[in-house]
């Protein structure tokens, strides 16, 4: 089966000013087109072009909770390493000491 772009040997040039060239780049990152040839092709012929849809309220919800995913992971962190000091102690002063700091993350975490 032959490539479909196989037998494209013409170049055209088209110069376009500064201002053209960015709506032009704005609406290629838009859509779903690899490369921005294609996108001006499926303009020049017409074909329909599918655009992406970005709902900003998702995306603060995303990046909420990412930054919820890595406090979780650092509470994590700080669990295993009581843990393993825990099983290492020689002192229960030591001891109380993990322990507290462990209740001060703990309720820092759940008063966010």
């Known amino acids: 089966m032959k490539r479909e772009n196989s037998n ?3 170049i055209v040039g ?3 000013t500064s201002l053209e060239y960015a709506e ?8 779903t087109c690899p490369k921005l040839s294609d ?5 020049l012929f017409n074909k329909s072009i599918v ?3 970005r709902n900003a309220s998702f ?11 890595n406090e979780l992971n650092s ?7 009581i ?3 825990m099983n290492s102690f020689k002192a229960i002063s030591e001891f109380k000491t993990q322990v507290f700091w462990f209740e001060v993350d703990k309720k820092s975490y759940s008063k966010k």
């Open 24 to 31: 032009l780049e704005k609406r290629f990152r838009a859509s």
């Open 83 to 85: 843990a393993k000091k």
């Open 8 to 10: 494209r040997t013409r």
């Open 39 to 43: 996108h001006i092709r499926n303009h």
């Open 51 to 53: 655009t992406t849809y």
């Open 75 to 81: 509470i994590g962190n700080n669990i295993n390493q």
């Open 59 to 69: 995306d603060d919800y995303i990046e909420e909770t990412m930054t919820r995913n």
């Open 14 to 16: 088209l110069r376009l």
